[in-house]
T-cell receptor, first 111, second 115 residues
Framework: DAKTTQPPSMDCAEGRAANLPCNHS???????VYWYRQIHSQGPQYIIH???NNETNEMASLIITEDRKSSTLILPHATLRDTAVYYC????????????FGAGTRLFVKA | DTEVTQTPKHLVMGMTNKKSLKCEQH?????MYWYKQKAKKPPELMFV???????INESVPSRFSPECPNSSLLNLHLHALQPEDSALYLC??????????????FGPGTRLTVL
């Protein structure tokens, strides 16, 4: 079973920040939080990952709570092209990387 | 080159056919993955190869047979499939490392239809 919980869908106005929450209350100390997104009919695309500290790259920022039980992906200035399904994944390392996708959040960016 | 390629893009096969899906990457990644994705569902992990050896098989039926002939190639051999096996088959690759995390790079997928 997926170890993460996300809202099924969210709306965001174009140009505004999109904040996508994820709950991972059973995360272990050595497990990373990964975010991917999948635009319709394409393969998933890696966005960002983190362990404890907040992370930022050219695509997004990842805010992880101090107890690591939840995180938020922030797209600072959402565009129509950011409309996609966003998956929050906790990485389970078992001699190769067992990646379990949850249901994800379908983000609609509206003009 | 940060691309994972998959061929063919589309495949239609009968239940008695034998076909293969191919995946290739030249990023030096030593972990490669097969996922199956049904419409409006998240990807489901099928197999993981690490250093060309099968490390994870998620109880996939034997009509799906993976093969990793070298560090750049991953095949999925298909035989006697059922119509419910129709799906998007995704390949991915990543580094094999427990330090610093490992992002997976996905190919565009092969859309398989079993008649």
């Amino acid at each position: 079973d997926a170890k993460t919980t996300q809202p099924p869908s969210m709306d965001c106005a174009e140009g505004r920040a999109a904040n996508l929450p994820c709950n991972h209350s059973t995360i272990s100390g050595n497990e990373y939080v990964y975010w991917y997104r999948q635009i319709h009919s394409q393969g998933p695309q890696y966005i960002i990952h983190g362990l404890k500290n907040n992370e930022t790259n050219e695509m997004a920022s990842l805010i992880i709570t101090e107890d690591r039980k939840s995180s938020t992906l922030i797209l600072p200035h959402a565009t129509l092209r950011d409309t996609a399904v966003y998956y929050c994944i906790v990485s389970v390392i078992t001699g190769g990387f067992k990646t379990i996708f949850g249901a994800g959040t379908r983000l609609f960016v509206k003009a | 080159d940060t691309e994972v390629t998959q061929t063919p893009k589309h495949l239609v096969m009968g239940m008695t056919n034998k076909k293969s899906l191919k995946c290739e990457q030249h990023m030096g990644h030593r972990a490669m993955y097969w996922y199956k994705q049904k419409a409006k569902k998240p990807p489901e992990l099928m197999f993981v190869y690490s250093y060309e050896k099968l490390s994870i098989n998620e109880s996939v039926p034997s009509r799906f047979s993976p093969e990793c002939p070298n560090s750049s190639l991953l095949n999925l051999h298909l035989h006697a499939l059922q119509p419910e096996d129709s799906a998007l088959y995704l390949c991915a690759s990543s580094q094999v490392s427990g330090v610093g995390g490992n992002e997976q790079f996905f190919g565009p997928g092969t859309r398989l239809t079993v008649l």
